[in-house]
C-alpha cells in the first residue's frame, strides 16, 4: 500500500551511541518532515525538507541532522544520542499544494536513550 | 510562530453520545487549513477531517464534524454516537500553503462503555 514507511519501529541506544532513522515515502510527495512526540507536548518539527534538495531547521533542531537523499527518502541522523532524546519520532509526508491535502504519517519510531 | 491550544487535557464520553474537542489557533493569516488528527493506541496518526478557512461551511465526515468560527479563531471537533474505536488521542492541527504545520498538545478521548 502507498504510504510513508519508517524505520526502525523501536530502539534502545546508550548515551552518546548514533543512530539513523530511516523514511520512504512512495506517493511522490515533494515536502518530508521529521517531528517527534512527547507527553504533554504534542508534536514538534525537528528539521523538513520543502523539496529534493533542501532542507530547514524546524522548532528543535538541536542534536540531529538530516539527510535528502532523493525524492522519496529522507533520513535523521543523532550523532551522539542523550536521554532527552528519549522520544517517538515520527515522519511525514505533503504535497504541500493549495488544496491543502494534510500530511501522511509513518507509524512512528519509538527511541529510548538510557 | 502560530500557535495552537487545545485547552482540554482528557475528555469522556459515554458510548452512543456526542462529545466537543475544543481547539483555537492564533494566527494573522486568512487563507490557511485546519485538520483534526487521531492517534489511537497503536500510535499511527490518521487524519479525521479538514477545514478549509475560505470555506464558511463546516467540513463533515459521517459522525465526525467541525465547528469552525473564523473570527474567534476557533475549530472544534465534534463526534456524534461515539464508538469505543473513537477511543484515541486527537491533535489540532493548523496549516499555511507551503509552510510547515503546527499541532496542539493533543486531547484524550476515553469512551465509555
Known amino acids: 500500500n502507498a504510504g510513508v514507511t519508517q524505520t526502525p519501529k523501536f530502539q534502545v541506544l546508550k548515551t552518546g551511541q548514533s543512530m539513523t532513522l530511516q523514511c520512504a515515502q512512495d506517493?511522490?510527495?515533494?515536502?518530508m518532515y521529521w517531528y517527534r512526540q512527547d507527553p504533554g507536548m504534542g508534536l514538534r518539527l525537528i528539521y523538513y525538507?520543502?523539496?529534493?534538495?533542501?532542507?530547514d531547521k524546524g522548532e528543535v533542531p538541536n542534536g540531529y541532522n538530516v539527510s535528502r537523499l532523493n525524492k522519496r527518502e529522507f533520513s535523521l541522523r543523532l550523532e551522539s544520542a542523550a536521554p532527552s532524546q528519549t522520544s517517538v519520532y515520527f515522519c511525514a509526508s505533503s504535497l504541500l499544494t493549495r488544496g491543502g491535502q494534510g500530511y501522511t504519517f509513518g507509524s512512528g519510531t519509538r527511541l529510548t536513550v538510557v | 510562530a502560530q500557535t495552537v491550544t487545545q485547552s482540554q487535557p482528557e475528555m469522556s464520553v459515554q458510548e452512543a453520545e456526542t462529545v466537543t474537542l475544543s481547539c483555537t489557533y492564533d494566527?494573522?493569516?486568512?487563507?490557511?487549513?485546519l485538520f483534526w488528527y487521531k492517534q489511537p493506541p497503536s500510535r499511527q496518526m490518521i487524519l479525521v477531517i479538514r477545514q478549509e478557512a475560505y470555506k464558511q461551511q463546516n467540513a463533515t465526515e459521517n459522525r465526525f464534524s467541525v465547528n469552525f468560527q473564523k473570527a474567534a479563531k476557533s475549530f472544534s471537533l465534534k463526534i456524534s454516537d461515539s464508538q469505543l474505536g473513537d477511543a484515541a488521542m486527537y491533535f489540532c492541527?493548523?496549516?499555511?500553503?507551503?509552510?510547515?504545520?503546527?499541532f496542539g498538545t493533543g486531547t484524550s478521548l476515553t469512551v465509555i462503555p
Open positions: 525538507s520543502a523539496s529534493e534538495g533542501t532542507t
Open positions: 506517493m511522490n510527495h515533494n515536502s
Open positions: 494566527t494573522s493569516e486568512s487563507d490557511y487549513y
Open positions: 492541527a493548523y496549516h499555511l500553503t507551503g509552510n510547515q504545520f503546527y
